[in-house]
């Protein structure tokens, strides 16, 4: 394989170390095999991760893995696999150094703690495992925290590492106290998942960088916020989601011009329009729609279902464009009219959604599982929902949606629209999302008519859509529905999905075959 996609390129900061450009992280969204899979299942087991963490940073050039704790099983000696199956690597491109592999742990606020001590005991030991090997230590220092709502909840995690590095220190006799390294400094990335809270998620950063500084007597050199793309879509919408990361971006680069503190914005994002409409297909414009992303997450579907060499060559763009983006910025007026438009657009999706969840959970139970998720109940964890009703994981509730025809993206979007303009905020809603028209065409061509007139038959939820649809084309002076054959065939595909549906069939290899043709599962 070629040279230049064995050695990371780094945005290189004032900082000592360097910050990398592309994530692979473990979203289940591939419809397609791994095309490292010799048995060409899209189930890629945890034992299967280890040789996808490697194949990321040789095969595609990522330069960062996020292992992911929350929600799903793990390998808890990965860096002891690692560096036992692949040393010469290891030795040319160094982990933590060269490369990086980010623990995204649990919530310890809404999941049970047990696997968090576990996560924290490896990195501590990875770090010793790391130095008797002769390779750079600490290999693993920073950590994810989903769903961060509290500044003081990310001070928390560093402060309780801290703990456990000392009482490992005290109880094996190792390095004196006085004589620390880095190890026992965790950096945590708050990772922000909803629209409301990612509007006002420069004061978490800005309460973070207080207390950080009465801790440790100085404020942290650096924080990369992680601004979540697929949940608040799930829950708010497509263009509330779109607004609040943009608010977001803008806010982190006043923070960090104000404070002299690092900022390099992490998004996560999928192939799909709802999901942040990251694809191989899409570099260029993303780099310009989200100006100011210094990370961005490479979820399976981008990794697995489009040609190796199309995927070398995207996250090579990747590497070479996100970290030199002007950020966005925007003024206190067009944040207010931003956060006006993502209220307007919410209430009337989290309607909809509310109203159609029965039909997209039936769906759902039908989509095949990509990785060893464990159930999001009890004391496994949490799930997701609107209002009273339950719903899917935002990559469950897309394909859901696509699987019947219906593109998430559409709902609310024409009433939306029509509400925005009687309130004068027209030029707005073309600030914030500049390139809504061709994000509602690429979904729209997954569009099929006859299914929502079945279902608006059903339940006038969806003849709300239906409506949103009909505003929509007017607005943008386009007709939605397929083009290409792979939309047509599309569009049959999901035609019978909707009859099966009907008479209580398995519908789980249709939902796979149109997966395909979309090139994501949700």
């Not at 899979?37 to 991760?49: H, M, P, Q, R, V």
């Not at 980010?102 to 576990?118: C, D, M, Q």
């Amino acid at each position: 394989m070629p040279e230049n996609f064995l050695r990371p390129v780094y945005h290189q900061s004032f900082l000592d170390r360097k910050i990398p450009t592309t994530m692979a992280t473990q979203h289940p969204d591939n419809a397609s095999a791994p095309y490292w899979k010799s048995n060409g299942e899209a189930f890629i087991s945890t034992l299967d991760e280890l040789e996808e963490c490697f194949r990321s940073y040789t095969d595609i050039g990522c330069q960062e893995y996020m292992w992911d704790w929350e929600g799903k099983y793990v390998d808890e000696g990965v860096v002891d696999k690692l560096f036992s199956s692949y040393h010469e690597y290891f030795q040319k491109y160094q982990l933590g150094k060269d490369v990086f592999l980010t623990f995204r742990l649990p919530n310890i606020w809404y999941e049970k703690g047990y696997r968090i001590a576990r996560a924290y005991i490896g990195i501590l030991t990875f770090a010793d495992l790391a130095r008797d090997l002769g390779l750079n230590s600490p290999p693993v220092f920073e950590v994810i925290l989903p769903m961060t709502d509290e500044a003081q909840k990310m001070l928390h995690l560093k402060t309780t590492f801290q703990k456990i590095a000392r009482l490992k220190s005290q109880v094996f006799d190792e390095v004196p106290l006085e004589q620390e390294t880095d190890s026992s400094y965790l950096q945590v990335i708050p990772l922000i998942e909803g629209v409301p809270q990612l509007t006002a998620s420069h004061n978490i950063l800005n309460e973070y960088a207080q207390i950080h500084e009465q801790a440790y007597g100085e404020k942290p050199p650096y924080i990369r916020p992680f601004i979540a793309r697929s949940d608040p879509a799930l829950n708010s919408g497509f263009i509330p989601a779109t607004i609040a990361a943009k608010v977001a971006l803008s806010e982190y680069y006043k923070f960090g011009k104000e404070s002299g503190i690092g900022i390099y914005p992490i998004m996560g994002v999928g192939s799909l329009p709802f999901r942040g409409g990251l694809s191989p297909n899409t570099v260029p414009q993303f780099a310009e729609e989200y100006a100011g992303v210094r990370t961005v997450t490479l979820q399976s579907a981008f990794r697995y279902d489009y040609p190796l060499e199309k995927v070398r060559e995207a996250v090579h763009l990747l590497n070479r464009t996100l970290p030199f983006t002007t950020p966005l910025s925007y003024s206190e007026k067009e944040i207010r009219e931003g956060e006006r438009l993502a209220t307007i657009f919410s209430e009337i999706y989290q309607k909809t959604v509310e109203e159609i969840a029965d039909t997209i959970n039936l769906v759902s139970e039908h989509i095949p599982s990509r990785r060893e998720r464990r159930l999001h109940i009890g004391l496994f964890g949490y799930s997701r929902g609107i209002g009273q009703k339950r719903l899917p994981r935002a990559i469950g509730f897309t394909a859901s949606l696509y699987s019947l025809g219906i593109p998430p993206e559409l709902i609310s979007l024409g009433r939306g629209i029509q509400q925005a303009l009687s309130e004068g905020l027209e030029e707005s809603l073309a600030t914030f999302c500049r390139s809504l028209k061709e994000d509602v065409r690429q979904a729209g061509f997954y569009l099929n008519r006859e299914n929502l007139r079945f279902l608006s038959s059903e339940n006038t939820a969806w003849e709300m859509i239906a409506q949103d649809i009909s505003i929509a084309e007017s607005f943008f002076k386009i007709e939605l529905g397929p083009v290409t054959i792979e939309h047509y065939l599309h569009r049959n595909i999901v035609s019978s999905i909707y009859f099966l549906l009907q008479e209580n069939k398995n519908i789980t290899p249709y939902l796979q075959d149109a997966a395909i043709l979309r090139k994501s599962l949700g």
